[in-house]
């Protein structure tokens, strides 16, 4: 699972927590921080949990960095992660600092909470959907951007996107990495979400599988959508198939969540995840909270199987523009349509 779940001696509570850590991926010290805050919470929302009692910050300081470098960047990524866990509803009271070769930044996240707050990862049954809250393609655009600087790189992906287009697509990536999944988990309550995971390391096909393994029921994921940032599909072609994004296994950071729903309520779902205001009091015990604004995708379905995850060989590829963008939403606009059998010819 995506967090550890410890039934506790007191009350028929239990304790839920996680913890992770990586390196640096984007140049912005502050952006960093707030995408390591988003990725430690991240599996508390794969769990409906949309409440953090308490989070510590990891932090490794790399000892190639002069004083001036220290001062100036490690501040910025501490308040990048505190700023995140603020917005989250929480706050960081502690952690651990130590010199390590290289900057590593992480956390970990603790609630006490009751079983009816949780959503265990294992009930798929044939019929539901599968829905995705972000785009997938941030290790695509963020080894893009840096690849404006490496001649030979540049030149096997020029011809398919412009530096301006990199740019965007960089500062979307980012955006989307440090977008709190809070709405998602809160909305797996009130649509019924039968299970989730977040999209981290191991790809949506990584994680898809995963998560099939951990079913009650013999279920299998069928994956027929692929939402990924605009023009990072061309990138990954160009570049000889770089990554495997077309085939699932690129690694996100901070991804969307994955989740399992009934077939009646995906739609639902995914309108009010695109809504401007929506409603958590009921989930989060407070007055109402403003939505993120996010798209959420129908990518596949649910049907009786072994225990498996695939995705279909020639996949709709939904290009996804960066937001303020005048590129066409061409498909991406069609987050909340049918289910993906009912789109497909």
Not at 103 to 115: H, L
Request: hydrophobic letters at 40%; a negative charge; glycine letters at 8%.
């Amino acid at each position: 699972m995506d967090s550890c779940v410890i039934p506790l001696r007191h009350g028929g509570l239990s304790l839920v927590q996680t913890t992770d850590f990586f390196y640096p991926l984007v140049e912005d010290p502050y952006m960093m921080g707030r995408i390591a805050c988003a990725n430690v919470l991240s599996d508390l929302y794969a769990m409906g949990i949309t409440e953090c009692d308490n989070m510590l910050m990891l932090l490794s300081i790399s000892q190639k960095m002069n004083e001036k470098e220290r001062d100036q960047v490690m501040p910025l990524m501490m308040k990048g992660f505190r700023d995140a866990a603020e917005e989250a509803g929480t706050s960081v009271t502690g952690g651990q600092t130590v010199i390590n070769p290289w900057i590593i930044v992480g956390g970990v996240a603790s609630v006490v909470c009751q079983p009816n707050d949780f959503i265990m990862p294992d009930s798929a049954i044939p019929g539901d959907v599968l829905v995705l809250t972000k785009p997938l393609g941030t290790q695509v655009a963020v080894n893009a951007h840096q690849w404006l600087d490496i001649p030979e790189k540049w030149n096997k992906i020029k011809l398919v996107i412009s530096r301006e287009e990199v740019e965007q697509a960089y500062q979307e990536a980012m955006l989307n990495m440090a977008t709190l999944n809070r709405t998602a988990a809160a909305l797996m309550h009130k649509f019924n979400a039968h299970a989730a995971t977040d999209v981290t390391g191991f790809g949506i096909i990584g994680h898809a599988r995963n998560l099939a393994q951990q079913q009650k029921n013999n279920v299998a994921f069928v994956i027929h959508n692929l939402p990924i940032i605009s023009k990072m599909a061309a990138i990954s072609k160009a570049g000889g198939n770089l990554f495997g994004l077309l085939q699932g296994t690129s690694s996100e950071t901070s991804g969307g969540l994955l989740i399992c729903l009934p077939r009646e309520q995906a739609a639902r779902f995914c309108a009010e995840m695109k809504s401007s205001r929506v409603d958590l009091s009921g989930a989060m015990g407070q007055d109402g909270g403003a939505g993120d604004g996010q798209q959420a995708w129908i990518i596949g379905i649910v049907e009786k199987g072994n225990r498996c995850a695939r995705i279909i060989d020639k996949p709709r590829i939904i290009e996804v523009p960066y937001r303020g963008s005048v590129v066409s939403a061409q498909e991406g606009s069609n987050n909340n349509a049918s289910p993906p059998e009912v789109q497909l010819t």
